[in-house]
């Protein structure tokens, strides 16, 4: 069983930064896969970025490489999304997920992709204009 919370989102002009964080509690099992995703209007959710608590396995999707890092923060328990250079493309609602790595070598991206068996926070807006 995990909690999760995201903070951090808000609106600011295309080419500005913003800094989300996810605050991870409720196991002892740090074998979990944390990822960010979102969700633009009329358009599915999708994976972003993620990570393995505890270790790398880390995945950016294509639309974001060399913009956004993942990163944790072992003494905050936290996983936060540093995005810079931001577009309007980036707007949409940003969801933080987890789920725990039971096979060692499947990789965090595909672990996270079955969507339906994912913890799920509640989200944060994120709104870039031109």
């Known amino acids: 069983q995990v909690q999760l919370a995201e903070s951090g989102g808000g609106s600011v002009q295309a080419g500005g930064s913003l800094r989300l964080s996810c605050a991870v509690a409720?196991?002892?099992?740090?074998?979990?896969?944390v990822g960010w995703f979102r969700q633009a209007p009329g358009k599915e959710r999708d994976l972003v970025a993620s990570?393995?608590?505890?270790?790398?396995?880390?995945f950016y999707s294509v639309s974001v490489q060399g913009r956004f890092t993942i990163s944790q923060d072992s003494a905050k328990n936290t996983v936060n999304l540093q995005m810079n250079n931001l577009e309007p493309n980036d707007t949409g609602m940003y969801y933080c997920?987890?789920?725990?790595?039971?096979?060692?070598?499947?990789?965090?991206?595909?672990?996270?992709?079955?969507?339906?068996?994912?913890?799920w926070g509640r989200g944060t807006q994120v709104t870039i204009s031109s």
């Open positions: 990570l393995l608590i505890g270790g790398n396995n880390i």
């Open positions: 997920a987890a789920r725990l790595r039971s096979v060692s070598w499947h990789p965090c991206s595909s672990v996270l992709g079955q969507q339906e068996s994912n913890y």
């Open positions: 409720g196991s002892n099992d740090t074998r979990y896969c």
